[in-house]
């Protein structure tokens, strides 16, 4: 199993910038992609943005130019930085690990607990 610890939620003003960390530890054969999604109130979880093994990303329409996703292999973790952000944007977020089991290498998928993301003057 995978845990996965979330960081660098908070409250912004329109325009701002913040940069969301994701660590991944535990017993896991290989991570493979790793990726954020967001949740805003009364809305369906959505994929932000994901980066395989790699090193190649895709992104949400809404926020293409305006985020960037990354990752540093050696620490097994994956960053989000967020720029000009809006209200829109406003959402809690959450980090996802594809990876294989560390015994069987079959595929699994592990979810961060979230960190809340608001963007309001």
């Known amino acids: 199993q995978v845990q996965l610890v979330e960081s660098g939620g908070g409250l912004v003003q329109p325009g701002g910038s913040l940069r969301l960390s994701c660590a991944a530890s535990?017993?896991?054969?290989?991570?493979?992609?790793m990726g954020w999604y967001r949740q805003a109130p009364g809305k369906q979880r959505e994929l932000v943005a994901k980066i395989t093994s790699g090193g190649s990303t895709n992104y949400a329409d809404s926020v293409k130019g305006r985020f960037t996703i990354s990752r540093d292999n050696a620490k097994n973790t994956v960053y989000l930085q967020m720029n000009s952000l809006k209200p829109e944007d406003t959402a809690a977020y959450y980090c996802?690990?594809?990876?294989?089991?560390?015994?069987?290498?079959?595929?699994?998928?592990?979810w961060g607990q979230g960190t809340q993301v608001t963007v309001s003057s």
């Open positions: 535990g017993r896991f054969f290989r991570i493979n992609a």
């Open positions: 996802n690990v594809e990876y294989g089991h560390y015994i069987s290498g079959d595929p699994q998928s592990s």
